[in-house]
């Protein structure tokens, strides 16, 4: 499963809670307080849920972009490098050719 299907997964998945808790409190031998607690218990874990991917996709994207930007400062590094070794090259190859007469 790739991770695009996921977040497709998982609307499916909340669907599923919804359909399942509608149907339960139809067919319930319950109370209507106790239909009422439960519903209640299974919506705070719904949104538990919901909270918890959230923080882990929010980690995620943190752990993401410190990367990228240590790629980058490596990238610009390598970079500055490369530059200082050019002028470096230039300035042997005419102080070369002056010399030269």
């Known amino acids: ?3 695009r299907d996921g977040g497709n997964g998982f609307l499916w998945f909340l669907t599923g809670l919804g359909i399942g808790a509608a149907i339960g409190v139809l067919y319930a031998p319950k109370s209507g307080r106790e239909t009422r607690d439960t519903l ?3 919506a705070e874990e719904g949104r538990d849920l919901v909270k918890e991917r959230a923080d882990r ?3 995620q ?4 972009m410190d990367k ?3 790629v ?3 990238q610009k ?3 500055r490098s490369a530059i200082d070794a050019g002028r470096q090259a230039y300035r042997e190859a005419t102080s ?3 010399a030269k007469p």
Do not use: I, Y
């Open 61 to 64: 994207a943190e752990q993401w």
């Open 96 to 98: 070369d050719a002056q």
């Open 77 to 79: 590094d390598q970079f």
């Open 57 to 59: 996709a929010r980690r």
């Open 1 to 3: 499963m790739s991770d």
């Open 72 to 74: 980058v400062a490596q």
């Open 68 to 70: 990228g930007k240590e």
């Open 40 to 42: 209640l218990e299974k």
